[in-house]
Antibody, heavy 118, light 111 residues
Framework: QLVASGGGLVQPGGSLRLSCAASGFSLSSFVMSWVRQAPGKGLEWVSGLTSIGGRTFYADSVKGRFTISRDDSKNTLYLQINSLRAEDTALYYC?????????????WGQGTLVTVSS | QSVLTQPPSVSAAPGQRVTISCSGSSSNIGSNYDVSWYQQLPGAVPKLLIYENDKRPSGIPDRFSGSKSGTSATLGITGLQTGDEADYYCGTWDRSLSGGVFGTGTKVTVL
C-alpha cells in the first residue's frame, strides 16, 4: 500500500515536499515513480528512482526544479518540488514499478493535490 | 506533451467489443520496451490492467487483452459492460527521454 501526503495550496515560486509512505513491502527494493494528473487532463510521468544505485530520472518539464528521494528507515518516498508554477497544479500519485523496471506502475497511492495559485 | 498517441474516445453498445490503439515510435514501443495499460474509473486512482504487453494481473477478467506490434500496442475489451466506462492509458519507457511516458488517454463510453 502507498499513502501520499504533503500537498496543498502554494503560491507561484513556492516549494512543497510530497511524501509517499509504503507498507507491506520494502520501498528500496523497487523502482518508484511520481506521476501527476492536472485537473481534467491525462497522466504525466514526473520522476523515477531506481532501487539499486538510487539513480534518478525526471521529465523535462520538471528537471532542475523537482528532486526525488527516499528514506529507507522510514520506508518513504519523497518529491521536493521547488519554483512552483501554475502548470504544476495537479494530483500527484506515487507508484511502484518492478525491482528492475520503471513500469508497470502497480500499485498507486491515492494521490495528493498540489494547487499553485496566488 | 505525450509521445504515445491514443484515440480520444471510443464507444460501443453493451456486449460489443472495442479496441484502443497506442501509437509510439522507435524510441519507446519500437525499442522493445514493454507496454502496460491502465484503467481510470471516474474519480478513482489508475489501476493496472495489462502489463508486459499482454499479461493480466490477478483479478483482471479475460475480457481485457493486450497486444503489441512494431511501434504500436492495442488494448481490447470484449463483452463491454457499463462498468467499463473509464479513461484508459498506455504506458512504457522511452529511451530518448530516459523516462516514463503515457498515452494521451482514451475515454470509453458504453452506449
Amino acid at each position: 500500500q502507498l499513502v501520499a501526503s504533503g500537498g496543498g495550496l502554494v503560491q507561484p515560486g513556492g516549494s512543497l515536499r510530497l511524501s509517499c509512505a509504503a507498507s507491506g513491502f520494502s520501498l528500496s527494493s523497487f523502482v518508484m515513480s511520481w506521476v501527476r494528473q492536472a485537473p481534467g487532463k491525462g497522466l504525466e510521468w514526473v520522476s523515477g528512482l531506481t532501487s539499486i544505485g538510487g539513480r534518478t530520472f525526471y521529465a523535462d518539464s520538471v528537471k532542475g526544479r523537482f528532486t526525488i528521494s527516499r528514506d529507507d528507515s522510514k520506508n518513504t518516498l519523497y518529491l521536493q518540488i521547488n519554483s512552483l508554477r501554475a502548470e504544476d497544479t495537479a494530483l500527484y500519485y506515487c507508484a511502484r514499478g518492478t525491482m528492475n523496471t520503471l513500469t508497470p506502475f502497480d500499485p498507486w497511492g491515492q494521490g495528493t493535490l498540489v494547487t499553485v495559485s496566488s | 506533451q505525450s509521445v504515445l498517441t491514443q484515440p480520444p474516445s471510443v464507444s460501443a453498445a453493451p456486449g460489443q467489443r472495442v479496441t484502443i490503439s497506442c501509437s509510439g515510435s522507435s524510441s519507446n514501443i519500437g525499442s522493445n520496451y514493454d507496454v502496460s495499460w491502465y484503467q481510470q474509473l471516474p474519480g478513482a486512482v489508475p489501476k493496472l490492467l495489462i502489463y508486459e504487453n499482454d499479461k493480466r494481473p490477478s483479478g483482471i477478467p479475460d475480457r481485457f487483452s493486450g497486444s503489441k506490434s512494431g511501434t504500436s500496442a492495442t488494448l481490447g475489451i470484449t463483452g463491454l459492460q457499463t462498468g467499463d466506462e473509464a479513461d484508459y492509458y498506455c504506458g512504457t519507457w522511452d529511451r530518448s527521454l530516459s523516462g516514463g511516458v503515457f498515452g494521451t488517454g482514451t475515454k470509453v463510453t458504453v452506449l
